[in-house]
């Protein structure tokens, strides 16, 4: 396989096993396409391959990612981020990318993750880092988990920012389903890719191949709130064995939601950071990204004050052009009717959103 | 005044200028006791040092230094701290000790300092840390103050353990006046040291100069919680200068309490550590201390939980003989007595304190 992808890329390969599935059509098919192996070698490659292909299902897998809009990115492509290519042996041999494929290969993007079972503190971190660095240019990047992930994603595009989420099965279905509006929003204007095909459903395995992605793609990674379990950890170890700047984020050390954190500053040498400010410099320091790291405020000035994570998640539940209830918005929230209305309160007084007779709606942000 | 001390000592120095005030009636002295010096270096150092003594002054000290059980431990003494040799020429020329003097020696010591302005969470770590640190057989060494510095005494006190307090006045007027019993205390079974004579007011310059002692006197130093602008940043200079292991707990990034450990992790290499047990391997990482880390249990062992700070200020307020009421004891304890109602009542369901009919008392622990 490794030499026929040398030969005619991933794409070709594909196209030459939807074509043929028996070891000689394979070699007619890549005569058609000009390439001539050593029929021993094209043997070899299809009785290693064939057993694992499932023809039907591969088609069934391009058929769908038609359907959704995904596209196929290959190495040497101008979509490819090339930053993967540091991965040696394990670099993916393609990505499977909906949304916009230029979000995948910018230079100035960062990793924000953490753990799923995040504290309010660690929410806190997490809309505070991912608002400021998509205030200074950087888009961010996660793995759609709840959580810390899905928290960094959100004010991300709270903030008018680009938030890119690498799953770890096909993109036709959005992994975790509570987080299906939210990656439909992240495709809008950045980006969910997935290395799998589709139809591919997210196993243990493959969360831990997806976390190489993260940190490989990114000039930094950062972990902002992460217990000693989560796997965050592995994303911060891929970071730390290729050699990439690796921050965390300090918590109480009564909090054993921060522990994880604590033990990559105390073991993995992991840089000290408290600040959007503090991360953008991590970033910066891996030497591929010029400019300074200084907010563009494009973003965040429509607003005077920073949104809470309860805010967000209040807000994202909102539609401007149809009221709702606070029971309905506490539903789709996740939130306490109470709280809701306290949120709901704080955000009427700030002009975010506005009361009809029928119930809240969302005020898009002027400017 | 170098050349005479070290050809007579510091306490040679002293007596003879308690002697003698001019240069022919030192010289006498000197040749008294055997040192014959240069005339012309004896000169000098007389028209050096005699504007600067003020030998009436200097009676008074010693004096003062007799009625208050102060002794003085000059290099080479067996009550010595040979740690402090490491500072070379800012080493000071003598050591004035209030307490036990084998206190001072301990290999076994670490410093736990912070700042005056502590949090609630600072003094949770300040209790835990020094309560961990006492059972696990180290001296706890810190500068006095209040906040950070207080509570680490009083935990130490709490654990049975022992610890030493640095003052940056003389040793005769305990500063800050409202821990004059708690120095008390302290001389008691550990020691309050300085090495200014008695007399000596504290200024802004001897504080820093006095947290050289601390972090010189010890195998480690360990900021617990400190704002940007504490005075425990000194003394973590002080340490990182001398080459000794520097640990910084870490805390919630939203809490300018803790912005100074943050900074010390990164930007000055400290050690992340977030219990006893960490803090008592970065001191044993100085090689001069043998022996395992392992709790002796001797202490806390008669108590099943662990004290509050509150808990602690409380316990303090408190006399064994004489029951005190609730509002003396809020007086004394510095706490609202609504506040120490509570906490008095949690005392005694430990069995910690008794109510009778005149009030509250303490009881001693079991064992």
Redesign the interface.
Known sequence: MGELVAAIGARGVAEVLLERADAEGMSAALAARGVRLDPRSIRAAHGRWSPRVDVEAFARSLQQAGRVGARLVVPGDDAWPVRLDDLGRHRPLALWVRGRLDAVTVARSISLVGARAASG?GE??AVEAAGGLADRGFTVVSGGAYGIDGMAHRSTLRSDGTTVAYLAGGVDRFYPMGHESLLARIAETGAVVSELPCGAAPTKWRFLQRNRLIAASTAATIVLEAGLRSGSLNTAGHAATLGRPLGA??????SPA??GC?RL??EFDA?????AE?MAELALADGDLAAAATPTGSATGAWDTAVTADGIRVLDALSARSPRTTDDVARRAGLEPRRVLGVLGSLEAEGRVVRRAEGWAARPAAG
């Open positions: 503190y806190h971190v984020v300090p918590g109480p050390v009564t921060s522990a604590h500053l105390r840089v000290c950071v408290v600040d503090q």
